[in-house]
């Protein structure tokens, strides 16, 4: 194996979980070194919701590394499969998303993916444009190359027929569907989080059945999400969107366990984790927190929201721009301001942070916090600042 194949395979390897197959990648980088040929890489994305999530950018941040060394990334927005969804570890059907829902998602992943894709080495393609024109005889083709048993050998699949949850047909040939965009472009190697293995292997298989040659495979760990244990979703509510403002992703990433946040380092970080984990966790945190922020917003930004996170957690001080709700009644029922202020999302939300002793207030010149009891407050005339968990602050005064 010659100098220039190891390097581009050990970056192809890198963190990965799945490979199939080392031999059949080899094969392929040294084909693409004798024809001066970029390989086709291929990674797709359903736009079943706007954002994408630093989950997603496991996989973009890889391909990324895979451009700079010369290779083409084909990114395939799935807006024909959006309307069936990836049934990968579901146990329970998809809503039905309408071709309006679909578009204004997709809409924003093209400039979403460019925060980490080369532009001049990326092809977007949209999977309805070889979809919306097929024969018929074409589809049933695609149908006819794999039977139903080994469809069903999926384990989230068979789980749900023996619970006797709802399975559709829809469900049942989105992996043909998603594995033919593979045969479409011909791809060498494909892309994926663990969940989507079943899905990547179709698409070799149909490869092989429409005579090509069949595209190797790595699968990549799935992203814990903000709540330490689930993968990041947005459905879970556990997600950083990489659009997100630099103070909510600065605070988000600082929310992340001691645990999970080494993780976060593998995939995110040009920092050496050894030598991050010689410095105190909190401050390791905050420094991943800045470089990501650089990432995304820019080091100005970044640097503020650390300047800013320093002085409100770390030195006991209140954030400068606190958001303002004016009343001109006091006693207030806190849980309908914090509802009205959009700092809980239910009624339910802000009577179970109070209970906890999650709410407390302190006077706009004073430094005492004092846990909120009762949710009617009087206001005094100075106005009142409340503290919601640890990083929510809401004034509220006379109009």
């Known amino acids: 194996m010659n ?7 050990e970056v192809i390897k890198e963190n990965a979980v799945d490979i199939i197959s080392e031999d059949a990648i080899v094969s392929k980088l040294e084909n693409s070194f004798k024809t001066n040929k970029p390989l086709k890489l291929k990674i797709g994305f359903d736009p079943t919701a706007r954002d994408i999530h630093l989950g997603h950018t496991v996989l973009l941040r890889k391909l990324r590394k895979l451009q700079d060394l010369g290779h083409q990334v084909y990114f395939i927005i799935g807006d024909f499969t959006a309307k069936i969804g990836d049934p990968s570890g579901k146990t329970t059907l998809r809503p039905v998303l309408s071709d309006e829902e679909i578009r204004d998602n997709a809409s924003t992943y093209i400039d979403q993916a460019a925060k980490i894709l080369d532009k001049n080495k990326t092809e977007i393609i949209y999977n309805s444009i070889w979809y919306k024109n097929m024969k018929v005889s074409d589809f049933l083709s695609i149908l006819s190359s794999y039977t139903v048993a080994r469809i069903l050998e999926r384990d989230d699949f068979s789980q749900r027929l023996k619970e006797n949850r709802p399975l559709t047909l829809l469900e049942i040939i989105y992996p043909l569907i998603q594995g033919y965009d593979s045969c479409k472009m011909s791809a060498d190697i494909e892309f994926g989080g663990t969940d989507q293995k079943f899905n990547l292997i179709v698409g070799r298989h149909l490869q092989q059945f429409f005579g090509q040659p069949s595209q190797a495979i790595i699968t990549m760990p799935i992203l814990v999400g903000l709540d330490g244990k689930n993968k990041m979703s947005k459905s879970l509510n556990n997600y ?3 659009f997100e403002s630099p103070k909510d992703m600065f605070g988000k990433l600082m929310s992340i366990s001691d645990e999970i946040m080494w993780e976060y380092y593998k995939f995110f970080s040009d920092q050496d984790i050894d030598t991050a984990k010689n410095i105190h966790p909190k401050k390791a945190k905050m420094s991943l927190a800045q470089e990501l922020v650089s990432f995304y917003h820019s080091q100005e930004l970044a640097l503020k929201e650390r ?8 030195k006991g001080k209140l954030p400068e721009n606190i958001p303002l709700y ?13 509802l009205n202020a959009k700092i809980v999302t239910s009624k339910n939300e802000a009577r179970r942070l109070i209970s906890q002793g999650a709410v407390s207030w302190l006077t706009v010149n004073s430094s005492i916090c004092v846990a909120v009891k009762e949710s009617i407050v009087e206001i005094p005339p100075q106005g009142i600042v409340f503290k919601i968990g640890k990083k929510r602050f809401l004034k509220v005064s006379f109009s």
């Open 307 to 314: 300047e800013e996170f320093e002085r409100v957690f770390s």
């Open 326 to 338: 004016e009343t001109n009644k006091s006693p207030i029922d806190l849980i309908e301001v914090l």
């Open 240 to 242: 950083i969107g990489i």
């Open 3 to 9: 100098k220039q194949v190891k390097q581009h395979l």
